[in-house]
């Protein structure tokens, strides 16, 4: 059983450490998006054998990055797609169409604005996954999390673009030469258009390479500028549908030397507002229109080129021959360049054979069916066939009435059996005289062809008060009637011009229009005027007539104004409005957009490649401005004291005042400043910033506001901070006895009468009051002196001197100095008393009981310093000090069982005494303290004394010198004495 419970005990620890595990992972997903970037993933499931195991470790799913080639075309915007999915939604009882707006804080939340309106709704907590975090970077959005993409297009990759440029690289390409500012491109912007097809621009900028900073675009190199991108967008369809159009330009001029004549063409949309840009061609109807066609060319001159003639032999080589003839119409003739040939060389393979026979050819005619034969002579095999000359049909007279000459072709041909026709040879082969080939001709005599003749009148020079009209006479052709040059007539008689008068009547009123004038503008859709005016003539001549109202004429009115120049213009650079400087003073800088645009033919200004500028005429888009001395930066503090007495709708507080308030009152606190911009104030209660709500809040000047303040959440201190400067106001809240306690001290002064124990003394000068922003007097108001800090000596008495605005609601303190720049005159706050001497005994400390201050048993002395003090100085005459009374003692017994009395002796001598006799020592005692061996007196009579002498033996006395200095003793005549006789026993026998 044991044995059972060790494996079951084992079996459950491992289960708990590796029975729960993961299951596979499962396949990728599609991905969310087909292009520009999208997120696919995949997930994996914990196999738990036991509720009781612990789970397991590690994330159950994983993302990743898919599709993040650019989409082809203008594909709507994925998070517009997903803000107009609600249009079809009621908000507030209204269908409004939703637009993308970015928050900054929170990218990752559908955040729409409703358009025209400025209503931003929050419509969805997360963005589908895929959806950009913003339109300049690769970040996207994953389960509500903006999650980084690297420049690798790897989800998670933290790899960026170095200096120079390549992915997740190490500014290997940098080096000292390398230039300080570089060309980079700006993130794509918004879309230009917020329905319909628009465009995102990516424009150069220059940045400093160390900083990552933007400069002026001047300092980097204008050779190494790279070209503006653009990249089309759509955020949503508009309502109505553009419409996309072929535009065609003319058509090119024809002429004889060009087959061709084509024209240009473009895909153009046409927006509902009357506007149009041009757009891919694939947009357009896929029917592309004719835009190449032939050319007109029935009045070119043209080569007119007849038959090849028979070979110009019958036997051997000869030439072939054919009429080319130039068709032309006025002065323009055929190029001689490309005549066709009129001569080829040709062979007949047949023996040649002399012949005399002739034919004749049909005009036209070369084929050998359409000849008229002779009859022929007998041949032989022998003979073969026989040359002849062939006459074709006489050409047609060359006039038409009159004398004239006419002609035609004659050759000489043979009939070659081998090819069935008839081939030419040169005239030398045909035996004979040849036939004519031109003749006379005579037609019928020549008669007048054209006359002058009136073919009807002219208009009338006026169309009231008398005009003149005259015939018209032309020259026509006598068969047909059809007008002709006037050359042609030059020898026919003339006809007569009739004149006469017409339209002899009054004029009505009319309208006088003059001539457009010149074109507002040479491009892009201009307009032209000429003036109208109804006017009635009532005589012959410039001024004779009268200005009448529009109505009088006949309706409608003539056009005025017409639009003219309706092409497009060439490119040019156009330049936004400057951006607010960089800094308020100093040195700074400011900015605008600069585009390359083109005023097409309606007016409108259609953004084009910066290419298609001259980038040498390209505006400044960087300059320097504000070039002022900054004020040093400051907040105005406001040192004042604010208390409330009664209840007011709003108190106005100025930071660094100290504010007493009554709960339920609004405070707004402000916080004035110089040299700061309004942006840079940040506010902050107790160190904490400040979670604005609809109670607490920021106004439009930056003003805090604070709406019916409580106790509970608004005490405390709150800062104005800009930078490294800031300024605290102290908010709390009064108790009734603070207001009971400042309104009773204040209510004769209130009230009108001045109260006791306060001073007061009003002055014209007033001050301006904080709160309530108006001029009020200014009080000095004085306390009592309080106690003297010294009862002697001279000591020092102070009194609390305010200057206040006192009102029946709220009283404010301002510094002193505020009533002393008024006209008050600086109160004393400090004055001295009690100046007469302070006398006292100054008493040192008692000195340890030591066993140095012995003196009897177990007694010893403790002592101290006592002097006489006057003012803290000691007086060497203690008797300053008599009016004290006794002098304290200076010394006094202590308990120290260290003193104890004890005799102590000293060595024996050495034994005194003739030698071989009975001698005696001695010693000598004295009294000590045991512990510090100090004289002890009389404190050991009681003691038991020890002996000082005792007897001897002296032995046998051996002469020697026991001491170093026996030389001396001989010397100074000591050897008398016996003890120095006895210790320097040699040197003395000597002596």
């Known amino acids: 059983m044991k044995t059972l419970y060790a494996y079951l005990f084992i079996w459950i620890s491992m289960c708990t450490v590796s029975c729960d595990d993961w299951a596979p992972w499962t396949q990728w997903g599609t991905c969310s998006r087909t292009c520009d970037g999208g997120v696919t993933y995949r997930t994996r499931r914990c196999r738990k054998d036991s509720p009781m195991n612990r789970g397991c470790r590690a994330d159950d799913v994983q993302y990743r990055a898919c599709n993040m080639q650019e989409c082809p075309g203008n594909v709507i915007d994925y998070r517009a797609l997903q803000c107009s999915a609600f249009n079809k939604n009621p908000y507030s009882g209204e269908m409004l169409n939703w637009v993308p707006y970015h928050d900054s804080k929170n990218p990752c939340a559908l955040y729409c604005q409703a358009e025209g309106h400025d209503v931003i709704h929050r419509l969805a907590n997360h963005v589908v996954d895929g959806t950009k975090c913003r339109n300049d970077s690769k970040d996207m959005c994953i389960d509500g999390k903006c999650w980084n993409v690297g420049c690798d297009g790897i989800l998670g990759s933290k790899k960026v673009l170095d200096r120079c440029g390549i992915c ?10 390398t230039p300080k500012f570089t060309w980079s491109l700006s993130g794509y912007g918004e879309c230009s258009s917020t329905c319909g097809v628009g465009y995102r621009r990516a424009k150069p900028v220059c940045i400093n390479r160390a900083s990552g900073k933007r400069v002026r675009n001047k300092r980097c190199r204008s050779a190494e500028r790279p070209k503006q991108q653009t990249r089309s967008c759509k955020l949503r369809d508009c309502k109505e549908s553009p419409i996309y159009k072929w535009v ?14 084509w024209r240009a063409r473009r895909c153009v ?3 509902p507002n009357s506007t149009q840009t041009y757009v891919s061609e694939k947009f357009c109807d896929t029917r592309t229109p004719v835009t190449k066609q032939l050319c007109d060319k029935t009045l070119c001159p043209v080569w007119h080129v007849g038959h090849w003639a028979p070979c110009s032999v019958t036997c051997g080589n000869g030439v072939q021959r054919r009429g080319v003839v130039c068709q032309h119409f006025g002065k323009e003739f055929c190029d001689l360049k490309s005549k066709p040939i009129t001569l080829r060389s040709c062979n007949t393979s047949v023996l040649c054979f002399v012949q005399n026979d002739i034919q004749e050819v049909i005009l036209g005619e070369s084929d050998s069916s359409s000849i008229k034969r002779l009859p022929p002579l007998k041949s032989t095999e022998k003979t073969g066939p026989r040359p002849r000359f062939v006459a074709r049909e006489w050409q047609p007279c060359s006039v038409t009435c009159g004398r004239g000459r006419k002609w035609r072709y004659v050759t000489c041909q043979v009939y070659v059996p081998r090819i069935g026709k008839d081939t030419e040879l040169p005239d030398k082969e045909c035996k004979g005289l040849k036939p004519l080939n031109s003749s006379p001709c005579i037609i019928q005599e020549c008669v007048e062809q ?10 009338c020079s006026r169309s009231c008060l008398g005009g003149v009209q005259e015939t018209i006479v032309r020259c026509v052709s006598i068969h047909n009637g059809s007008t002709v040059d006037d050359s042609n007539c030059k020898d026919v008689h003339l006809v007569p011009v009739e004149r006469r008068v017409c339209n002899d009547i009054n004029c009505p009123q009319r309208w006088k229009v003059g001539d457009f004038g010149m074109c507002s503008v040479s491009c892009g859709g201009g307009i032209m005027h ?37 092409i497009d213009c060439h490119s040019e650079w156009l330049s936004g409005p400057w951006s607010k400087c960089s800094v308020t003073c ?50 105005r503090a406001l040192e004042v004291q604010f208390f409330q007495m009664d209840k007011l709708k709003r108190v106005k507080l100025t930071i660094g005042m100290t504010a007493t308030i009554l709960p339920g009152t609004t405070v707004l606190i402000k916080c004035p400043t110089r040299g700061i911009q309004l942006q840079d104030i940040r506010w902050f209660k107790n160190g904490t910033t400040i979670r604005y709500s609809k109670r607490v809040k920021l106004t439009r000047k930056r003003f805090l506001k604070i709406r019916n303040a409580v106790p509970e959440k608004d005490s405390g201190i709150y800062s104005c901070k800009a930078g490294s400067l800031q300024s605290n106001t102290l908010v709390s809240f009064s108790s009734v006895y603070d207001i009971f306690k400042a309104t009773m001290l204040r209510q004769k002064y209130i009230s009108g009468s001045q109260p006791m124990n306060l001073v007061a003394r009003s002055i014209s000068t007033k001050q301006m009051d904080p709160v309530s922003r108006k001029y009020s007097p200014l009080f000095l ?37 505020f009533c002393t720049k008024a006209g008050h005159s600086a109160p004393l706050l400090i004055q001295s008393c009690n100046t007469f001497p302070c006398l006292e005994w100054s008493l040192g400390n008692w000195s340890e009981c030591a066993a140095s201050e012995c003196v009897r048993d177990k007694t010893a002395l403790i002592k101290r310093e006592v002097s006489c003090l006057s ?22 017994e202590c308990s120290n069982k260290d003193c104890k009395a004890v005799w102590i002796a000293s060595k024996w001598t050495r034994c005194i005494g003739e030698c071989e006799t009975n001698g005696f020592k001695t010693r000598s005692l004295d009294c000590v303290w045991s512990k510090t061996r100090l004289s002890a007196g009389k404190e050991c009579s009681s003691l038991q004394r020890p002996r000082t002498m005792k007897m001897c033996e002296m032995g046998n006395c051996s002469c020697t010198d026991e001491s170093e200095y026996c030389s001396v003793v001989k010397m100074m005549k000591f050897c008398k004495f016996e003890n120095f006789r006895r210790n320097c026993c040699v040197s003395c026998k000597k002596s």
């Open 168 to 177: 997740g690289g190490n500014n290997s390409c940098m080096s000292r030469q």
């Open 248 to 261: 065609f330009g003319p058509w090119s001029n024809c002429s004889c030397a060009k087959k061709y004549s």
């Open 269 to 271: 949309m046409f927006f």
């Open 450 to 459: 054209f006359e002058y003749r009136v073919v009807g009148m002219t208009p």
């Open 530 to 566: 000429r003036d109208v005016e109804c006017i009635q003539e009532f005589a012959v001549g410039f001024r004779n007539g009268i200005h009448l109202p529009d109505y009088m004429c006949e309706q409608p009115v003539p056009t005025r104004n017409r639009k003219c120049n309706s």
């Open 586 to 635: 100093g040195q700074g800088y400011r900015s605008r957009d600069v585009y390359c645009v083109k005023k097409n033919a309606g007016g409108n200004y259609i953004n084009i490649s910066s290419t298609l500028c001259d980038s040498n005429k390209h505006p400044m888009d960087v300059q320097k401005c504000n070039q002022t001395v900054c004020p040093e930066p400051k907040l």
């Open 781 to 817: 108001v004085k306390s009592d002196w309080s106690a003297c800090s010294a009862t002697c000596g001279g000591g020092l008495q102070s009194r609390n001197v305010s200057c206040e605005i006192i009102t029946r609601d709220y009283f404010e303190v301002f510094p002193v100095r």
């Open 871 to 892: 003012n803290d100085q000691v007086m060497n005459d203690t008797s300053h000090c008599e009016s004290l009374g006794t002098i304290p003692p200076t010394e006094m």
